[in-house]
């Protein structure tokens, strides 16, 4: 059965309270009631008990946000997880907040995981594990861990979704879309655009609450390295997995968000760094498909300096072409050729030629390029670059694809894991091959060869086609019903310029004709017999004041003054 919008809210009505009540005391009540909501909240009060409001005095806007995430719970506190990782959507204060959130929770009682097993191995829990551990081995917004065997004995883990996740995530998303859509219509400028910050979170939350879509990341992303024994991705356990349970193997190990200084020698460190520099960047500019998320939770240190990645549920993609242009554009900016950085860059995020040609655009992209022209590809900050260049182009309105964002957020995480173990590594000398042979691989021989192939087949195919798209401009030149059809654009402001001028010019005529008769009318008064010409003539006078006022004041609304 399907339900209108509006019956969705009185169901969901409760949530939408919750969420309303946080918003009111953390500073945000205008919102609330600029979008009619007060009687939720006021219902809320009744539900959940009114909270005393928090000071919001002197608080950042940023922080309030932060607090307001993490108060709201799972769904919320993932959406500023997600949106740390976007600063061309959400402004850099913001990202910088959104990054102290904290992904720890209080895990779900065994018991309740039970229930979810039997339901989702309706043929028989035990027929599958062996044991499984009622202490989780960790606790997530969205999905917890145990440690548990199969019926051979295979160490693995289980990840769980939350029970009803799917659910809350559903219900506030519909709020999230509500408050992105009042937000987007009532403040201009923004430099972001709220309701794709949702759509996007959307996406992502989708891909989270669905351990299969986990399952695949990951055995994909294993298929690619199986060749590799130092870089490991979990083996996935199909016959133990469901869209709501996850069975990959234990991969025992330091996590790298654990290590201390004398966790590791120095050489194994340099090992691990190296490793996993390699696979993120292998999996960025090679392969195409990658972990999105490389940060030191994600990552487990293995004995003789392998290192393993955990937590595939965040993934990016993009084509072989995206990524000979990003090494185009590391190029182009190292030799300070600006005119092939902002092609290149036009082209990755697809902007039309008149945005490109923007005088204060070029100009910061030239501050860019000047800033890194010269410096040696060894003592490059590859994420710096990308970040600097990119963070220029949102404050322009030109929007990065979500493919390219993620894509810059791995490899700047990893080159500040890599900083972090081992300081005195040079990350870009170590990916400098990668980078050479992307830009050599554009104009080789065989490449170019294959892209004039290309073109020659589109040609042949433009001309084939070319009659039968002609006929039809024919016939109607022939039938002498060939007609243009010209749109005007940008020419509103323009007619509401000139009707507006028109307008005060007949009123002016009307003022000046008003105060002409009236002063006839008062110098006729002059015979004492003709005292009602006076009296004429003086409500003349204050009529054409009347009228100058109320024309400066339509004025000023008209101009915003």
Not at 51 to 62: E, F, G, I, Q
Not at 71 to 84: D, N
Not at 158 to 174: C, Q, S, W
Not at 244 to 270: F, K, Q, Y
């Amino acid at each position: 059965m399907s339900f209108s919008p509006i019956t969705r809210r009185i169901q969901h009505v409760q949530r939408y309270a919750q969420v309303l009540e946080v918003l009111a005391r953390h500073g945000f009540a205008d919102l609330s009631q600029q979008l009619g909501l007060d009687s939720l909240i006021d219902r809320g009060r009744a539900i959940i008990g009114a909270a005393p409001k928090a000071p919001v005095d002197h608080v950042p806007l940023a922080r309030r946000l932060r607090q307001v995430l993490e108060e709201l719970g799972p769904t919320y506190v993932k959406l500023g997880q997600v949106m740390s990782t976007r600063p061309d959507l959400v402004p850099p204060d913001w990202v910088e907040e959104f990054r102290k959130l904290q992904n720890n929770v209080p895990g779900v009682e065994y018991g309740v995981i039970q229930k979810m097993l039997d339901e989702e191995f309706p043929d028989g829990v035990k027929k599958l594990f062996r044991s499984i551990e009622p202490e989780p081995l960790a606790a997530g917004s969205v999905a917890q861990v145990h440690r548990a065997r199969l019926r051979d004995g295979t160490k693995i883990v289980l990840k769980f979704l939350r029970p009803g996740i799917k659910e809350v995530t559903a219900t506030d998303m519909e709020i999230l879309q509500s408050i992105a859509e009042f937000i987007e219509a009532h403040f201009a400028n923004l430099g972001y655009s709220p309701s794709e910050v949702v759509r996007e979170y959307a996406k992502v939350l989708a891909r989270e609450v669905d351990l299969m879509n986990e399952g695949r990341s990951t055995e994909r992303l294993r298929a690619l390295f199986d060749d590799d024994p130092d870089i490991v991705f979990p083996q996935v356990y199909w016959e133990a997995t469901t869209h709501n349970v996850l069975a990959m193997d234990e991969i025992e190990g330091l996590v790298l968000s654990s290590l201390t200084s004398d966790s590791i020698s120095p050489e194994e460190r340099r090992t691990l760094v190296e490793n996993g520099a390699r696979a993120v960047f292998m999996q960025c500019l090679e392969y195409g498909y990658f972990h999105a998320d490389p940060h030191p939770g994600n990552l487990i240190a293995l004995p003789g300096g392998r290192i393993a990645f955990i937590d595939c549920g965040m993934t990016g993609q993009v084509d072989a072409r995206t990524a000979r242009q990003l090494a185009d554009l590391v190029t182009g900016v190292v030799s300070g050729d600006l005119d092939r950085v902002i092609a290149v860059a036009g082209t990755i995020v697809d902007a039309g030629q008149d945005k490109l040609d923007d005088r204060a655009l070029r100009a910061d992209v030239h501050g860019i390029v000047s800033e890194f022209q010269g410096t040696p590809l060894e003592r490059l900050n590859l994420g710096g670059v990308l970040q600097g260049f990119f963070g220029t182009l949102r404050r322009h309105r030109v929007r990065c694809p979500a493919d390219i964002i993620l894509l810059i957020k791995a490899l700047t995480t990893i080159e500040s894991v890599a900083r972090e173990l081992d300081p005195s590594f040079e990350m870009v000398r170590f990916v400098r091959p990668y980078l050479e042979a992307l830009v050599s691989k554009r104009y080789s021989a065989t490449a170019l060869k294959g892209r004039f192939g290309r073109s020659m087949l589109a040609y042949l195919e433009l001309i084939e086609d070319l009659p039968g798209e002609l006929r039809p401009i024919f016939t109607q030149l022939r039938k002498n019903k060939f007609g243009v059809n010209i749109e005007h654009r940008g020419l509103d402001r323009l007619t509401r310029t000139i009707e507006h001028a028109s307008r005060n010019i007949s009123f002016a005529l009307i003022i000046a004709a008003i105060f002409v008769g009236s002063s006839i009318l008062i110098l006729a008064a002059r015979n004492p017999g003709l005292t009602a010409l006076t009296t004429i003539g003086i409500a003349g006078f204050a009529a054409c004041a009347i009228l100058v006022v109320l024309i400066v004041i339509s004025n000023r609304r008209n101009t915003g003054g």
